[in-house]
Nanobody, 120 residues
Framework: QVQLVESGGGSVQAGGSLRLSCTTS?????MAWFRQAPGKQREWVAR???????DYADSVKGRFTISKDNAKTTLYLQMNSLKPEDTASYYC?????????????????WGQGTQVTVSS
């Protein structure tokens, strides 16, 4: 069992920044951030492998940075140049298998989510 607890959400104006944290009971091979806006499906935002390889959705590329601190068993999402369309609940996710995808169904463990609201 992998336990995930997100924090760091809040309300900011467009152009602002937030850093989300996800404290986990263990760092797994693949960890990711997803988000879900009201009335929309949950979508993948970014992922990081055990080796530190990262990948991003086109909508956040160049603005968001995913990272992890193995010693603190914490996953981060630094979000800069935030836009109103980034408003959503953000979830960290993990699985124990030895590949890393962006598919929601591949992830076994989920946090409870943290709300990010960006006003124009």
């Amino acid at each position: 069992q992998v336990q995930l607890v997100e924090s760091g959400g809040g309300s900011v104006q467009a152009g602002g920044s937030l850093r989300l944290s996800c404290t986990t009971s263990t760092i797994t091979y693949c960890m990711a951030w997803f988000r879900q806006a009201p009335g929309k499906q949950r979508e993948w935002v970014a992922r990081i492998t055990n080796y530190g390889t990262t990948d991003y959705a086109d909508s956040v590329k160049g603005r968001f940075t995913i990272s992890k601190d193995n010693a603190k068993t914490t996953l981060y999402l630094q979000m800069n140049s935030l836009k109103p369309e980034d408003t959503a609940s953000y979830y960290c996710a993990a699985h124990r298998r030895d590949f890393c995808s962006s598919s929601l169904t591949d992830f076994t463990y989920w946090g409870q989510g943290t709300q990010v609201t960006v006003s124009s």
